[in-house]
């Protein structure tokens, strides 16, 4: 198991992911489309760097063509996280940024407009 300052299981950390959605409005999460939300202890490539990812067609991108595709997803990975957060407070905070920066690639928000509204 990879050493993190704040040790969390991964019960506590699916609820912090719960929470942090459950802040998201209901009138952007209705808008939601065929998209699930994951939780993963890492990366693929093992990587302590990412903390989330939205892999998919984001809505800007769907066309009258769009039919018949597996769910977008958006993975929010635990060790990571917790590798970058010293509290649970921290973790709280990061999980509920790390929601909302992969929920707006979900609507076609990129990394730079993300910088630009302070969700960097």
């Known amino acids: 198991m990879v050493g993190v300052p704040v040790e969390m299981s991964r019960e506590r950390f699916e609820e912090l992911v719960g929470e942090a959605l459950d802040e998201v409005p209901a009138e952007l ?15 693929p490539d093992g990587s302590m760097d990412l903390l989330g990812l939205y892999q998919g067609i984001d809505l800007t ?13 958006i993975t929010i990975y635990r060790l990571p996280t917790l590798n970058v957060c010293e509290t649970e407070t921290d973790v709280i905070d990061e999980v509920a940024i790390t929601v909302v920066h992969e929920i707006a690639h ?7 407009r993300l910088h630009e509204l302070g969700w960097g």
């Open 106 to 112: 979900h609507f076609g928000i990129d990394d730079h």
């Open 61 to 73: 991108r769907r066309g009258w063509d769009y039919a018949g595709v597996l769910p977008d997803t």
């Open 29 to 43: 999460l209705r808008t939601m489309s065929n998209v699930v939300i994951l939780v993963e202890d890492l990366p």
